[in-house]
Structure formats: C-alpha cells, structure tokens
C-alpha cells in the first residue's frame, strides 16, 4: 500500500488541528443539546427499560449518580433555551425542583431588562461597601425594617471578600492549581446517599429562591450551611454557580465562586451566563 | 420551561436509572464531542449548520442506543451516525444555496508548502475531502486525520479489510497528487 510522501504527510499534520472546536463551540453545543433532551423526554430511557451496550442499564463507576443529577439538572436549565436562541441572554440556573411544590420554576433572572435584585432593597452604597470587605448582614442591606428570613437560625456570614472563599466541604474552593482540576466527570464529585441528595436539592433550591428574591445574602448563607453540613456534592457545579450569582448581586468584585466555578467545572453551561449577568450587573452599577 | 426529563412525578430525586442514563450520555458526549464535531466539518457540514448537525449526531445515539451491540467502538459507530448525518446536511445545504460546493471554490494560489498557513491546508484539505467519493473518504478520514486502525475500520464499516486498503491506497494516490499539483516542490 503506498505510503504519504513527507511533504502530503506534513500537510495533513497542520490541517488535522484546524477543525477542533473551540470552549466556546463546546459549551454553546451542549446547551442547545440539552434543551433538545429536554423538550424530549422520551429520549431517555424510562425505569427498567434494559439498556443496550452503551450501558444505560448499569451503575457507572466513573459516574456516580452526582454526575447523572447534575446533567440531568443541567438539562433541565437548558430547558429554558430554545435551540435557535442566542446561547448567552438569560441568567438561568438550575433550580432542583420539589415536586411537592408547585410548579418547577427554574430560578431566571435577567441580567439585562431586570436588576438582579430590587435597587430600592440593596442601595448601591450598600453593595459597595460589600465589596470593601466590610461585615454586612442581610438586615444591614435590607434596611432594618425588613422582615427576617427564616433560616434553620443560620446567620448569613459576612459578605466582603471572604464571602466567595467558602469552604465547600471543608475545602477552600478558591480556584486550584491545574493538577487538582477536574471536570464534573471526575472522580472526585461525592456520590450521594438518597438524604444527603435530597437535603442538597432542598437547600440549593431555596438558596435560588433567595436569590430569585433578591436576598443574595441569604442565599449565600443558606449555600454556607449546605457547606458546613457536609451535604452532597452532586450539585457542586450548580452550587458554586449560584454562588457565583450572588456575588455579582452583592457587588462582590472578587467573585471567588466565579472563580472556583470556572476552576472545576472549566465546559460548564454555567459560565457564560454568569459572566454575562455579572458584566451586567457591572454595566448597571457604573451608570 | 419543559419538564425535567429525568424525574418522575411525586418523586424528589432523579430516578437512578434515568440518571445512570444521563450520566453515560454525558460521558459520551464529553468524550466524544470534539471527535463528531470535526468529523463532521471534514465531511463538509459548514459552520451554520455544524451546531445542529453534531446535536443530530447524538440524539441519533439516543435513540438507538440499543442497537449497539459492542462490535466497534464508540467512535467508529458514531463515524457512521455523522456521516448519514453529513450527507442529508450537505444535500440541505446545497439546496438552500448555503454554500458553494467545495470544489468549486477558487483554488489557492501556488505557493510553497512551508508558507501555506495551517487554516489554507484546513481548506485545501476540505477540498480534497469533497472530492473524494463517499467511500474513501471514510477510511482517509478514519485512517489519516483520526488514526484508527484499518482492522477496526473494517468492521465499523461492515467491509473487508482488503476493501479498507484499496480505498485507503486510493485515496492517498489521489491526495498526493493533489498536493503535487498545488504546491510543486522547490527546485
């Protein structure tokens, strides 16, 4: 069989790289893919259907059922897209819903035509001095006649620069040098028992409805307590997300969770919308 | 907002099969999603439709995930899904007017191999592509750009493996001498 000469064989080395995707590419794909699974549920297998060689049917080893759950939340958010939409013009995160609630609502929130929380509650002077690093409570920023949330007494902690270093786990999540990145398939994403998901389904869902609110703080506190309890890491990447969320909202110009979230999950459909509604958010505060 | 697709009603948490079923998707499509993507652009799906043509790819393996029985691997099988895929886009794209057929498009001024930069060999590489019969392209796609090995061509292909080294033969004659034609050596 004749061989590739050098010059046709180096030809082919320099155009073999030209059609790879970009980042960008990637992530615009698998948002619009996930809201194509979405709007079909029929897609994915029903409970018991025996799968085929793609493993359907089995527990994965690699994938724990956090991974399953966040892609499974994932297209849940990308729900909210249609595949003709610009991938980056709405806010969304995912909400994990309670089907014991009402309807699932995913937590939206537009980063261009609304604020992020209500301007008459957060004074810009308030989210300013958030950024500062000085120690400011949700009452602090709501105005002292402000009804107090409920929160299983959890105080929401101060919101300054050490608010995004939150210890998820334990850990610091500051972004982390590129040997302990892993992606939201890697191995290091806990897998939950069927309480510790529910109790990080629950808390992440009311955390985005603070958010959704206009209470970032106690959004921030409520993904604090999720943190100290040790819940659950299925739902890291949406956590660190909303996270992320509620530091733009307080004016948190460091954005740690921002961050972390760009760190660990570097593909995640996330990233791109909370970019945009911080930068939002920016536009908003400097006019 | 349509509904989660992996949770049943009344239920709290994602069904685990369902789940496991999102978390294969997903290994699959992190896995693989660069392989289709430029799978597809070397079988001539253009930029506006690229995006839609690798969702195409895998809803397909959604749906027929069954009928995989492990004979190849994943990629090869999901070589097949785009190139059916890449023939009804490109037949699409034709009939839209989207885009000029590849080997129409003006050929590249000679010049010397080393100055061709690498998105003018991506170019002429298209070209070559498109000119090549369905078949051969396949297996110089499979064996030049993404180095499988001729056996397992052969059997994602449902072919002889003497089929895959005629093709393969073939189409490396023809690449040559294109390469010959358009960029003449240096005396």
């Known amino acids: 069989m004749s061989e590739l000469d050098d010059q046709a064989r180096g030809f082919l080395e320099r155009a073999r790289g030209v059609h790879a995707p970009s980042t960008d590419d990637a992530a615009r794909v698998r948002g619009a893919l996930m809201a194509r699974v979405a709007a079909d549920p029929g897609l994915l297998p029903a409970s018991g259907r025996s799968g085929g060689r793609l493993g359907w049917g089995k527990p994965l080893v690699m994938f724990g059922a956090g991974t399953s759950l966040g892609f499974a939340l994932g297209l849940y958010v990308a729900g909210a897209f249609t595949r003709d939409a610009p991938p980056v013009d709405v806010a969304v995160i995912s909400a994990p819903t309670n089907t014991a609630v009402s309807a699932p609502a995913p937590v939206i929130v537009e980063p261009s035509s609304a604020p992020l929380v209500d301007d008459a509650v957060v004074e810009p002077s308030a989210a300013g001095s958030a950024g500062s690093g000085s120690a400011t409570t949700p009452s602090d920023l709501r105005g002292s006649t402000q009804p107090q949330r409920k929160s299983n007494g959890v105080t929401p902690r101060a919101t300054g620069v050490n608010r995004g270093r939150a210890a998820l786990n334990g850990r610091d999540v500051q972004a982390p040098n590129g040997s302990d990145l892993k992606t939201r398939s890697g191995s290091d994403l806990k897998a939950p028992s069927g309480s510790d998901l529910k109790t990080e389904l629950d808390g992440l869902r009311r955390a985005q409805e603070l958010l959704h609110e206009g209470d970032a703080a106690w959004a921030i506190a409520r993904l604090d307590e999720l943190d100290h309890q040790g819940a659950s890491s299925a739902l890291l990447e949406e956590r660190l997300a909303t996270r992320a969320m509620a530091e733009c909202v307080l004016g948190d110009t460091q954005r740690a969770a921002l961050a972390a979230l760009a760190a660990r999950f570097p593909k995640s459909p996330h990233l791109a919308r909370v970019h945009a509604t911080c930068a939002a958010r920016e536009h908003g505060t400097a006019q | ?187």
């Open chain 2, 1 to 187: 907002v349509p509904a989660l697709p992996f949770r049943d009603a009344g239920t709290q948490t994602a069904e685990p099969a369902t789940a496991r079923a999102g978390a294969d998707f997903e290994r699959l499509y992190t896995e693989h999603f660069e392989f289709v993507w430029r799978t597809l652009r070397r079988l001539g799906v253009q930029p506006p439709g690229l995006d839609d043509a690798v969702q195409d790819v895998f809803i397909v393996l959604l749906k027929r995930e069954a009928e995989f029985h492990g004979r190849s691997s994943h990629r090869t099988w999901l070589y097949g899904i785009a190139s059916n895929v890449a023939h009804a886009y490109r037949r699409k794209q034709k009939r839209a007017g989207e885009t000029a057929p590849l080997d129409d498009e003006p050929a590249l001024s000679p010049s010397p191999l080393e100055r061709a930069s690498d998105a003018q060999a991506a170019r002429v590489l298209e070209r070559f592509l498109a000119s090549l019969d369905d078949a051969k392209r396949d297996v110089f796609i499979l064996v030049e750009l993404e180095q499988l090995s001729a056996p397992e061509i052969a059997e994602a292909l449902g072919v002889k493996l003497n089929t895959v080294y005629s093709r393969l033969r073939a189409a490396r004659q023809a690449f040559t001498a294109m390469i010959q034609k358009n960029y003449p050596e240096q005396p």
